[in-house]
């Protein structure tokens, strides 16, 4: 079965820093981009970074950019985002998310498909 | 930025109705836009991606529509499982930006 697990969520105060963690299972870990993505408490969906399958390429929201560093390690099967100068606007839920890959070609391609798994998602309270 | 705007905001209709959910790009985004359903509790579950391709075991009720910045999310005949919120979501570059979403209550 395909699964993402993240953890690392919790209370921070302001200020303060925190270290998300997602273990993949079931796909190729390796061979996929992965996306953070939050939703704050009662409010829509937020794209806030994404790390090329490598590792080797990263892209930020700019509400986020300088504050938070997202990186993965293949060999451990695990995405991270590191939270930086945590704002009560930080406050949400932080799931990761795997892109979705389709055939063109004959060749699986993704970045234009849309994430298909979703984590359960970790809760971050700045207060 | 592409700022993504989705209309209505809530839709409210009975069970069987056709319900259309609209998503405009503030700039082209091809045809790279998805669609997804998050149900109160629940994690989000891709429904379209492409514009119009239904995502894995995503029933035949759900269909998508549009390109450029123009786009649309049609339910042909709601179910009462159908009551979710809808997000459409940028995919042509980057930042991959969300719409703010539409809720589809059902009577």
């Known amino acids: 079965e395909v699964q993402l697990l993240e953890s690392g969520g919790g209370l921070v105060q302001p200020g303060g820093s925190l270290r998300l963690s997602c273990v993949a299972s079931?796909?190729?870990?390796?061979?996929?981009?992965m996306t953070w993505v939050r939703q704050a408490p009662g409010k829509g969906l937020e794209w806030i970074a994404e790390i090329r399958a490598t590792g080797s390429v990263t892209y930020y929201a700019d509400s986020v950019k300088g504050r938070l560093t997202i990186s993965r390690d293949n060999s451990k099967n695990t995405l991270y985002l590191e939270l930086d100068s945590l704002r009560a606007d930080d406050t949400a839920v932080y799931y990761c998310a795997k892109d979705h890959k389709v055939s063109v070609s004959g060749v699986l391609r993704g970045h234009y498909y849309g994430l298909d798994v979703w984590g359960q998602g970790t809760t971050v309270t700045v207060s | 930025e592409i700022v993504l705007t989705q209309s209505p905001a809530t839709l409210s209709l009975s069970p069987g109705e056709r319900a259309t959910l609209s998503c405009r790009a503030s700039?082209?985004?091809?045809?790279?836009l998805a669609w997804y359903q998050q149900k109160p509790g629940q994690v989000p579950r891709l429904l379209i991606y492409?514009?119009?391709t239904r995502a894995t075991g995503i029933p035949a009720r759900f269909s998508g529509s549009g390109s450029g910045t123009d786009f649309t999310l049609t339910i042909s005949s709601l179910e009462p499982e159908d009551s979710a919120v809808y997000f459409c979501q940028n995919r042509s570059n980057w930042p991959k930006t969300f719409g703010q979403g539409t809720k589809v209550e059902i009577k």
């Open positions: 079931g796909f190729a870990f390796n061979n996929f981009a």
């Open positions: 492409e514009a119009s």
């Open positions: 700039q082209s985004v091809g045809s790279f």
